[in-house]
C-alpha cells in the first residue's frame, strides 16, 4: 500500500482537483455545499489530499480564520470540508493525522464543528460537546448576528492557547464566516 499525504494552497488547484472536491462535497454534503474557490476561500487555505497509488481517497483543508474573542483578534485554522472518499479504509484517520502534524508545526490552532464526533475524537483531535453554540457570526454587512445550535467542537490547541481561554470563561466568540 502505497499512502502519502499532499497539501497545496487553494490559489494553485487545478481544475481537476476543484471538480473533485465539489463532487465529493455533492456527493457528502448535498447540492448546496458547491463552493466558488475563489470567492469562497482565501488563496492561502490549505488543502490536504490523502493518495493511495497517487489516486485521492480523502480530502480536507485548513483555511486561514480571524475571531474577535473579547476585542482581540486571534488568528486560527478552521478545519472544513473533511472528506474520506472511500470509508472504513482508514484514510479518514491519516487525513487527520495529516492536518494534526501540520499545525503542530505551524504551532496554530485548528477548530471546526461537527456532529461527527467520535470519528474525529478517535482520529485524534479534542472535542467539546455543544462548542458552536459559544460562536457568533456578524455579517460584516447588515450587523446581524446568528449562532448555529448544533455542532461539537473538534480541535488541535495551538501554542497560543486559544480554545484553552475561550473554555476559561463564558464569553461569545465573534467570527466573520458563518461556515467553514
Not at 502519502?4 to 476543484?18: D, F, Q, R, V
Request: proline content about 1%.
Amino acid at each position: 500500500m502505497n499512502i502519502k499525504s499532499e497539501i497545496k494552497k487553494n490559489k494553485i488547484l487545478s481544475e481537476s482537483e476543484k471538480n473533485l472536491i465539489n463532487n465529493n462535497r455533492i456527493k457528502e454534503f448535498g447540492k448546496e455545499s458547491i463552493i466558488d474557490f475563489k470567492r469562497d476561500y482565501e488563496p492561502n487555505t490549505e488543502w490536504f489530499f490523502v493518495k493511495e497509488n497517487n489516486k485521492i481517497v480523502a480530502l480536507g483543508c485548513l483555511r486561514p480564520i480571524i475571531i474577535d474573542y473579547l476585542n482581540k483578534k486571534h488568528k486560527i485554522m478552521g478545519i472544513c470540508s473533511i472528506i474520506s472518499i472511500e470509508k472504513g479504509k482508514g484514510y479518514g484517520r491519516k487525513l487527520i493525522e495529516s492536518m494534526i502534524d501540520y499545525l503542530k508545526k505551524k504551532g496554530k490552532t485548528g477548530l471546526g464543528f461537527t456532529n461527527q464526533t467520535e470519528f474525529f475524537k478517535k482520529a485524534g483531535l479534542k472535542t467539546e460537546r455543544d462548542f458552536i453554540k459559544r460562536f457568533v457570526y456578524k455579517d460584516s454587512a447588515t450587523k446581524k448576528e446568528t449562532i448555529d445550535n448544533e455542532g461539537d467542537g473538534i480541535y488541535y490547541e495551538g501554542k497560543e492557547d486559544f480554545i484553552k481561554k475561550v473554555l476559561s470563561t463564558q464569553s461569545m466568540v465573534f467570527i466573520e464566516i458563518i461556515h467553514w
